[in-house]
């Protein structure tokens, strides 16, 4: 889609990122619990860390879709925090997201990426692979994926 920006999240959009976030994790679970998301208080100093990136998505100067890689050990890194206003999903904003994540990824030491959903999230099962994430299986309610980098 035209008019998108992406760009690292910054102290002028890091309240639209987190209210984006509650967003969908309100429209997924029916409520929303900060317990469970303690780096949402914080999210420039959780995703600011040397191999992390916080990317937002703007669409006419309003976050639309968010997307942050941090380390998993050395040599892995993780996706977290994938997600698309229910408004422009379908103009290919997560692929954008998610490939910039990766290209991030690829200049450091990392050879894979980790990533999971909910395993009732089939939307979100289906984009991962369809941006070739292999599933390693569910555990404790949850669909694993990884890609391996070139």
């Known amino acids: 889609m035209e008019n998108i920006i992406l760009a690292?999240?910054?102290?002028?959009?890091?309240?639209?990122?987190?209210?984006i976030i509650i967003e969908g994790l309100t429209?997924?679970?029916?409520?929303?619990d900060n317990s469970f998301n303690p780096d949402l208080d914080n999210i420039l100093q959780t995703y600011q860390k040397e191999g992390s990136?916080?990317?937002?998505?703007?669409?006419?100067?309003?976050?639309?879709g968010t997307g942050a890689i941090i380390p998993e050990n050395p040599t892995t890194?993780?996706?977290?925090?994938?997600?698309?206003?229910t408004t422009m999903r379908g103009q290919h904003i997560g692929h954008q997201?998610?490939?910039?994540?990766?290209?991030?990824?690829r200049?450091?030491?990392?050879?894979?990426?980790v990533i999971?959903?909910?395993?009732?999230?089939?939307?979100?099962?289906?984009?991962?692979?369809?941006?070739n994430y292999t599933s390693l299986g569910?555990?404790?309610?949850?669909?694993?994926?990884?890609k391996h980098l070139i």
């Open 8 to 19: 690292p999240v910054d102290s002028t959009t890091v309240m639209q990122a987190k209210e």
């Open 27 to 32: 429209q997924y679970f029916g409520t929303y």
């Open 53 to 64: 990136l916080f990317l937002i998505a703007l669409y006419n100067k309003k976050v639309v």
């Open 77 to 85: 890194a993780r996706i977290v925090r994938m997600y698309v206003s």
């Open 97 to 105: 997201i998610i490939t910039t994540l990766e290209d991030f990824a």
């Open 107 to 113: 200049h450091y030491p990392y050879k894979h990426i």
């Open 116 to 131: 999971e959903t909910t395993s009732t999230w089939y939307g979100a099962q289906n984009f991962y692979i369809a941006n």
């Open 138 to 146: 569910e555990k404790d309610g949850d669909i694993h994926f990884i």
